[in-house]
């Protein structure tokens, strides 16, 4: 029963989270000046909201849950969607709950080091203990996931809030030195801007979230399009309008030296009580971890029930009713991502990663538009649309690989690929020998966890 302003405020609520307080730095790096910042910004929304509008039209013609699973499924067949499902648990969902963590240990961490940067060691403890207590918290209790996540969207929501207010009454002051010449000293070139973009849509992940509330709406054919129409762009004003107010109060050479651009725009405009930003900010970034926690622990589940995960994965806690081993797994991998990465890093290896994903699926809706004309489109996008969207992705994905190729490209594609030799060995042929080395560990992780498997709901 989600009405209209619930849709919007759900979109809302699920896009911002940990990227606007990071992505800034590394989207001014690699535009370097103010102007052209500002416009991938934009961009970036744009983009968002063609894409959630692709996704719209896929998600009310083929009614499964499993985000892009079902329509690769659809269009292409078992293997692209085993694929994406093989790097979504393990190369996208996982980074991207390490980027949100690690992002919440900066935040945390910055006002104990004032002056310097904190030392590398306290920033990743402090993500791994996060990842933990997010793990715990929701591998125990799906009411107390949800009364978390309620809680620290409402922080999210007044932080930002400050940071507006504060950058529109010093920009009614007259402090806008720094948006003069605000092209001088740009760098553009086609790697630079894919790697803007890449961090641009860090910020604005989550706009392929919005087809999973399709169940859940009323009246899903007008208030869907209508949501993401006024949802996204209201995003994308709240982003600019919090990049103008970094630079009311700092240079763009500041903003790059700055560890946590948050904390500074606050130490120069909201001292003595400078001290809320970090803090909220940190609420803000542990609160899209939780979210993101809360979710994919569902999608390991499904993907485990597919056959595609090993069996354990796909069970339930007996006394919690949790998807606790499933939850528990996401969180022991982004651990692992911890450990070597930073920041800028994984996104990087994120984006491209997912990028390749989302041009895929919505090549799938071109293909279908050709190929399932049977199929009813209650909400049908110009055919204009997708095929932007994915010449854009093309683009995002072949730019950086060949104008800066690094080696994290090559490792991701062939782990990507990787997953055909899986998919092969035990979904295809269904080896024997897999089974009788997984029953045993099946049976003792099930004993040590309380879990059982799923009841079968009659269809």
């Known amino acids: 029963k989600v009405g209209l302003i619930s849709g919007i405020c759900m979109i809302v609520g699920t896009i911002i989270g940990s990227g606007i307080f990071i992505s800034p730095k590394a989207v001014l790096a690699n535009t370097g000046a103010v102007g052209p910042c500002l416009i991938i910004w934009a961009a970036c929304g744009v983009l968002a909201t063609l894409g959630a509008l692709c996704f719209a039209e896929l998600g009310t013609m083929i009614t499964k849950s499993g985000g ?22 393990l190369v996208i969902k996982p980074s991207s709950f390490a980027i949100m963590c690690l992002s919440f240990a900066e935040y945390a961490s910055v006002p104990f080091f004032s002056g310097c940067d904190p030392p590398q060691v306290v920033v990743k403890c402090l993500a791994a203990a996060a990842i933990v207590i997010i793990t715990i918290v929701n591998s125990l209790s799906v009411k107390l996931g949800s009364y978390l996540q309620n809680l620290l969207t409402a922080a999210k929501m007044i932080i930002i809030i400050i940071i507006i207010v504060s950058g529109i009454v010093l920009l009614a002051q007259g402090q806008t030195e720094n948006f003069e010449d605000s092209f001088k000293d740009s760098t553009i070139s086609v790697s630079s801007i894919s790697l803007a973009f890449y961090n641009g849509l860090w910020a604005y992940d989550g706009w392929n979230q919005l087809n999973y509330i399709t169940e859940e709406l009323k009246n899903p054919y007008r208030n869907l399009p209508l949501s993401i129409i006024i949802g996204i762009p209201l995003v994308t004003v709240c982003y600019v309008l919090i990049n103008i107010s970094y630079f009311t109060v700092m240079t763009s050479t500041e903003l790059l030296q700055s560890q946590a651009v948050a904390v500074t725009f606050g130490d120069r405009v909201l001292y003595p009580a400078s001290w809320i930003v970090p803090l909220f900010v940190a609420f803000s970034t542990i609160g899209s971890a939780n979210g993101t926690s809360f979710t994919t622990g569902r999608l390991v589940y499904v993907a485990a029930r597919e056959g595609h995960m090993l069996k354990v994965l796909s069970y339930i806690s007996v006394k919690r009713l949790t ?112 089974q009788k080395v997984s029953k045993p560990i099946t049976m003792h992780l099930q004993m040590l966890l309380e879990v059982v498997p799923a009841e079968e709901v009659a269809e």
């Open 68 to 89: 892009e699973y079902p329509y690769l499924m659809e269009a292409f067949g078992p293997i692209p969607a085993f694929l994406f499902s093989w790097a979504s648990l």
């Open 323 to 434: 998807p606790a081993p499933a939850i528990i797994f996401y969180g022991v991998v982004a651990i692992i991502y911890i450990i070597p990465g930073d920041i800028d890093t994984l996104i990087n290896y994120f984006s491209f990663a997912v990028w390749i994903f989302y041009g895929l699926t919505v090549l799938a809706l071109i293909v279908m538009r050709f190929t399932r004309k049977e199929l009813k489109r209650p909400i049908r996008v110009p055919i204009i649309i997708p095929v932007i969207v994915t010449l854009v992705a093309i683009l995002l994905v072949l730019a950086p690989i060949i104008s800066a190729p690094e080696l994290a490209y090559l490792y991701c594609v062939l782990f990507i690929l990787s997953g055909l030799i899986v998919y092969v060995l035990f979904v295809h042929f269904k080896f024997d020998w897999p």
